[in-house]
């Protein structure tokens, strides 16, 4: 199972990006996905998630100014950020629990990262 992350990049502070997340292998079914981020020099914290049926669950600080979605047709999440600020430069990983083909159990998988910068 992989997640592929991509849609980060550069963009000014009032600005917006849309990160993509699409998981693809050999998996019977996918539970929540969802998007965590690492700031430099600090832990990586929980974005958002949104579960199957879709119901979202947002950082509070960040409610409002993000939007999650999916595509279980495509095995796809989506994060939609408006109004980025400096503070959220960060590198943004999607993250989903998935259960392999042969076994009982979710697992989580991790992307690779995207980064996001958002200058002042």
């Known amino acids: 199972v992989q997640l592929q992350a991509s849609g980060g990049g550069l963009v000014q502070a009032g600005g917006s990006l849309r990160l993509s997340c699409a998981a693809s292998?050999?998996?019977?079914?996918?539970?929540?996905m969802g998007w965590f981020r690492q700031a430099p020099g600090k832990q990586r914290e929980l974005v958002t998630t949104?579960?199957?049926?879709?119901?979202?669950n947002y950082s509070d600080s960040l409610k409002g100014r993000f939007t999650i979605s999916r595509d279980n047709a495509k095995n796809m999440v989506y994060l939609q950020m408006n109004d980025l600020k400096p503070e959220d430069t960060a590198v943004y990983y999607c993250n989903a629990q998935v259960r392999p083909r042969g076994s009982y159990l979710y697992t989580d998988y991790w992307g690779q990262g995207t980064l996001v910068t958002v200058s002042s």
């Open positions: 292998g050999n998996f019977f079914s996918i539970n929540v």
């Open positions: 949104i579960t199957t049926p879709s119901t979202p």
